[in-house]
């Protein structure tokens, strides 16, 4: 039986900053394997590495030692171009603080990404539209950002990510700026399009939200501290809220 190349590998990742006279090791000799349909949490408290880690899985910065394999291609032999096309194919960004065009309307906001493919207008907005669908805000694409809830602009953000088809939803801290209960309920979409077969990485400080996760991988001193299965979760069913 064959087994699957990992989506992706690093080996011996380590990424020094110059502060001042001191050299700081932000990560320190990671090696790490993420599979297709896997969904991680990198966990960690400040300073632990876990922004540089998805600074670097999603090929906004390079390490300065060590290698980085995506879909079996060496990331530090990309041109910038090639790099700017992973970002926009590959990997699909979710940040804590959306991030969205505020003149723009919902459906506008999740077609961004694909206006850089050279994509046809219809083209660009029957997959915007089957995205929005996808995180249940069919209803609400004339809505401008400011006529939405937190929830709400979390979930076009996500379908902004989802509209490009890419390998990997990168999750910054996405739910840093939501109440705990439509924080759970972001959370169970991401539940859902793993068991959809999307590959997610979380990276986030919070153990409730790593939980939600497959398996956490705990950062400290940017070192890979514990590298671990989480216990398999209950469905959520009826604790949806509906407000988001």
């Known amino acids: 039986m064959t087994v699957a190349a990992p989506l992706i590998r690093l080996e011996g990742i380590t990424k020094h900053y110059q502060m001042g006279g001191e050299t ?9 394997q993420v599979a ?8 960690g408290s400040s300073g ?7 600074n670097i899985l999603g ?8 290698k980085y394999f995506l879909n079996g291609r060496d990331v530090a032999g990309m041109s910038e171009s090639e790099l700017a096309r992973t970002r926009n194919e590959e990997i699909g960004f979710i940040f804590q603080s959306f991030n ?4 723009a309307t919902a ?15 219809a083209e660009r907005a029957r997959r915007a539209r089957e995205a929005m669908a996808r995180v249940g805000l069919e209803n609400r694409l004339d809505h401008l950002p400011n006529q939405l809830s937190g929830g709400q602009r979390q979930r076009v953000a996500i379908a902004r990510a989802l509209c490009s088809e890419p390998s990997i939803l990168l999750a910054d801290e996405p739910t840093g ?4 209960t439509t924080a759970a309920d972001i959370m169970a979409l991401f539940d859902t399009l793993h068991a959809e077969g999307q590959t997610l990485i979380v990276v986030t400080h919070e153990p409730d939200i790593a939980a939600h996760c497959r398996r956490s991988v705990r950062l400290a001193d940017g070192r890979v501290l514990s590298d ?11 604790e949806e809220s509906g407000h988001v």
Do not use: E, W
Request: hydrophobic fraction near 40%; charged fraction near 15%.
């Open 107 to 121: 459906l506008q906001n999740v077609m961004q990404p694909l206006i850089y493919r050279g994509m046809r207008p």
């Open 36 to 43: 297709r349909n896997d969904y991680v949490a990198f966990i």
């Open 100 to 103: 969205l065009l505020t003149r």
């Open 24 to 32: 700081i090791a932000a990560l320190d000799g990671i090696d790490l």
């Open 228 to 238: 671990v299965m989480n216990a398999p979760r209950m469905a959520a069913g009826h």
């Open 48 to 54: 632990s590495g876990k922004s540089t880690m998805m």
């Open 177 to 180: 700026n939501l109440d705990s």
């Open 59 to 66: 090929c906004l910065d390079s390490p300065t030692q060590g």
